[in-house]
């Protein structure tokens, strides 16, 4: 069965400083992958995606993420946080064969951007 | 325009008591999903739904019934509510299993 592992689960940073959270996943199969975003009190939004291509790939408000597959990583960055980013933030996995798939998340990581 | 809305925003509801959340959405994808968040922020599928049709049944108890009339809605009925209940419970469609899931505000259920 796949998994998520995100290893950072709360992270403290000033604003301007830059970001990088990790997201490592077991799945030997075909991906796609996914990063969200969860604003206080707020729905889960899509930051950005991964299906094939470039594995550097850019998302919304300055965020983006680089697939290394030998590593099975997709790690999220961003140059320099703003106090606005602060949030829930999870990486998701969707494992498919054939017509099966589920998109499984993980465990989140809450950014905390301080000013 | 609201893609995948919810209703109620906030429920809150007595042990043993039986409640339904609906979730429509007007993006004209062909699946649809329930997802369970716990206190710990921990996301978890329940359900999952494809033109109508059951795809996806994660371990959960028989007292969460999905039902879906139609490929823009799917409902969760809860029977006999208990304490472990209680989270948000978000919908969230896509237009293929594969693609990216578009989710609803959440409903935050609280049994007492």
């Known amino acids: 069965a796949q998994s998520v592992s995100q290893h950072n689960h709360h992270v403290i940073l000033s604003e301007a400083a830059s970001l990088e959270l990790g997201c490592n996943y077991s799945y030997g199969g075909t991906v796609n992958l996914f990063w969200y975003v969860q604003y206080p009190g707020q729905h889960l939004q899509l930051l950005l995606k991964y299906f094939s291509g470039d594995p550097l790939v850019k998302g919304i408000k300055g965020f983006e993420a680089e697939f290394i597959k030998s590593k099975f990583s997709f790690n999220l960055r961003k140059p320099s946080v703003q106090w606005s980013d602060t949030a829930e933030y999870f990486c998701a996995v969707n494992a498919y064969t054939g017509t099966a798939s589920k998109l499984t998340f993980g465990t989140g990581t809450r950014l905390q951007v301080t000013l | 325009d609201t893609a995948v809305s919810q209703t109620p925003k906030y429920l809150v509801t007595q042990m043993g008591n039986d409640k339904s959340i609906k979730c429509e959405q007007n993006l004209g994808h062909d699946t649809m999903y329930w997802y369970k968040q716990d206190s710990k922020k921990f996301l978890k599928i329940m359900f999952s739904y494809n033109n109508k049709e059951l795809i996806i049944n994660e371990t959960v108890p028989n007292r969460f019934s999905p039902k879906s009339p139609d490929k823009a809605h799917l409902n969760l009925h809860i029977n006999s509510l208990e304490l472990g209940d209680s989270a948000v419970y978000f919908c969230?469609?896509?237009?293929?299993?594969?693609?990216?899931?578009?989710f609803g505000p959440g409903t935050r259920l609280t049994v007492l």
């Open positions: 969230a469609s896509s237009q293929e299993r594969t693609d990216t899931q578009y």
